[in-house]
C-alpha cells in the first residue's frame, strides 16, 4: 500500500542518534554508523522525528510500505521497558484517537515482546 512513512537520506545522516529518542515506537535504530528505519511496520509516519534531526536528514514521504502494525510496535516497546510503554501511551493520548489507544491498552496485556529485526 502507498502510505506516509519516515525516509532517511542516508547521505546527510550522522548517526548521532538523536532522532531515536523522538520516536514513539522505537522504530529508527543506528545498526551501520547511519539512522535506519528498522522496520516499515513500526512508522506510522507521526513526523515526530523530524525536527529531532540537525542534519535535515529525515522527512515524511509517501511510498510503498508495509501497514503500520500497532500489535508489533507495542511488543517493540514494552521489549524496552516501562519508559518506553509510557511514551508510546502518551503519544497516543496525543492523537486523540480514543479507539487506537484503547486497542493499544488492550495490546499491552496480550502481545509479546518484539524486538525489532529484519522484516
Ligand atoms: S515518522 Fe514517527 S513513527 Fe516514523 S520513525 Fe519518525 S517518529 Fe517514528
Ligand atoms: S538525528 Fe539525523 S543525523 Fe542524527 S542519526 Fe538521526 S537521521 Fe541521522
Known amino acids: 500500500m502507498r502510505r506516509r512513512i519516515v525516509t532517511i537520506n ?3 545522516c550522522i ?3 538523536l532522532c531515536l ?3 514513539p515506537t522505537l ?3 543506528i545498526p551501520d554508523g547511519k539512522s535506519r528505519l528498522l522496520d516499515d511496520r513500526l512508522c506510522d ?3 515526530a522525528c523530524v525536527s529531532a534531526c540537525p542534519e535535515g536528514a529525515l522527512r515524511v514521504t509517501e511510498r510503498e ?3 503500520f502494525d500497532l500489535c508489533r510496535a507495542i511488543g517493540r516497546v514494552r521489549s524496552a ?3 518506553a510503554v509510557r511514551g508510546l501511551l502518551a503519544y497516543l493520548e496525543g492523537c486523540g484517537d480514543e479507539a487506537l489507544l484503547s486497542r493499544a491498552r488492550d495490546l499491552l496485556g496480550t502481545v509479546p515482546d518484539e ?3 529484519p522484516g
Request: aromatic share 0%; charged share 15%; with cysteine.
Open 115 to 117: 524486538p525489532a529485526g
Open 21 to 23: 529518542p523522538d520516536c
Open 10 to 12: 542516508e547521505q546527510t
Open 65 to 67: 510500505a508495509r501497514p
Open 81 to 83: 521497558g516501562e519508559c
Open 45 to 47: 509516519g507521526c513526523g
Open 15 to 17: 548517526g548521532c542518534g
Open 27 to 29: 522504530a529508527l535504530g
